[in-house]
């Protein structure tokens, strides 16, 4: 049998039956991996905060380094895409709805549920909820995208592999071993962590369409409406998928940051304007005066902080390090062309900056209202929290039925985005898989979605993820030095 057909069966097999666990008996799923996320934070939280730090020093190393002006490709490789269609497919695929869930309800948690530091609802933990917003959507989740895209990018266009996360273990393990069982354990690991987001992300997303929906329209908030959104929406990424990067995928990104930077200037505008620009600038300041406390805080003495650090901090990089397969590989595919110092910009400092302000607008938006006992935002549900914010304001309606058209299509570029790499990676690393092999996966995750969603398992699923971030840690340390090793030979050190 061949690797690829190996790969495609081995991660259906596991996925189904992750899947099947979660539909027969979701509780024991959630309890089970509840238990083992537990312990994995608890006692590996030292390695993701060492990691993390380590992956961003790597990143910001390679930016200025002797590598920096190494091009992804051939010498006379130009780039397929342009800057801003590049960026829009990257940033959809890398944070795009997730942002919309967290931009209000992430910063109304830490001020006025659960603060890192300070008193609930005083104005440090206000001004310290923005900045731990920051921490958490900033350079470091994108360094972790940055660094297995690099690498895979790399060894795709620079050596001539294919697009499998084992091919870039070959420098240290040799051919053999990655084509053989340990580089499939290897790919069907980035398989199934891709399978098993994406469909956890599906059933999230469907969640906050129906509910906003319910909120605008009182439309029913239940299982066949969020059924509906799921069909409606499996049907226009399959297309998109279908459609090929330079079409589908790459429209439907650029229409949505475009739709997104609509919604982001209106809030402003209409938001408390003034406020939201000085608590940027405050938090910012904060961000990076308190960068590497941030980076390296474990709180080993203090049982309340260090939870709520396992909660949220080492959670996120626990996150980010299991989505990197799929975004990691989805932004490889498209940076042919680029030089290493020009992808680490657009990978590492711009979808940050974009991630602030996004923060800054809505959250601080929302954290005025419940300042001011305007309105309490933290009483809703997540689903709905945006659009309780939004409510408050004057064209509340009109952006509420924005944000949902951009959680649309943020859903379905993400979705579309996982299809592709999904069948770059069943099908030998083809920067083009066919559509018959697209569309088989697309179909397969919303059904893992639609399974999960019907019978209450998505926090298993997203438990199941979290465990799967750990093996994959080691094969992104793995991935940096097999890069080092072989970009070494290639470059020579400039003599003085």
Known sequence: MQKATQVFWYSLVISLVVVLWGAIAPKNLE????????????????????????????CVYMMFSRFGNVKLGKKDDEPEFSKSSWFAMLFSAGMGMGLVFWTTAEPVSHAFISSPLAEVGSDEAINDSLKYSFFHWGVHAWAIYGVVGLVLAYFKFNRGTPGLISATLTPLFGEKLMKGPLGTAVDVLA??????GVAATLGFGSAQITGGLSFLFGTPN???VQLIVLAISTALFIWSAWSGIGRGIKYLSNINMGLAAVLLILLFITGPTLLIVNMFTNTLGSYVTDFFKMSLRLAPLNEDNRSWINTWTIFYWAWWISWAPFVGIFIARISKGRTIKEFMFGVLLLP??????????????????????????SDFSLETSTFGVLAEYPLGTFMSMLTIVVIAIFFITS?????????MLSTNGLLNPANSVKVTWGLIQSAVAAVVVYFGGTQG???????AALPFAIVIILMGISFLKDIQKTVPVRRK
Request: contains cysteine; hydrophobic residues 65%; proline residues 0%.
């Open 31 to 58: 309890s089970f991996t509840s238990n083992v996320t537990a312990q994995l934070t608890m006692n590996f939280g030292w390695f993701y905060l060492l990691l993390v730090i380590a992956i961003l020093l790597f």
């Open 191 to 196: 398989v199934f962590a891709t399978v098993v």
């Open 222 to 224: 239940n299982f066949t």
């Open 352 to 377: 940050a900056l974009v991630c602030f302000i996004f923060f800054s607008v809505f959250g601080v938006s929302a954290l005025r209202l419940e300042q001011l006992g305007i309105s309490a935002i």
């Open 415 to 423: 979705a579309d985005s996982a299809t592709f790499v999904l069948g």
């Open 461 to 467: 699923l997203q438990n199941m993820l979290i465990i």
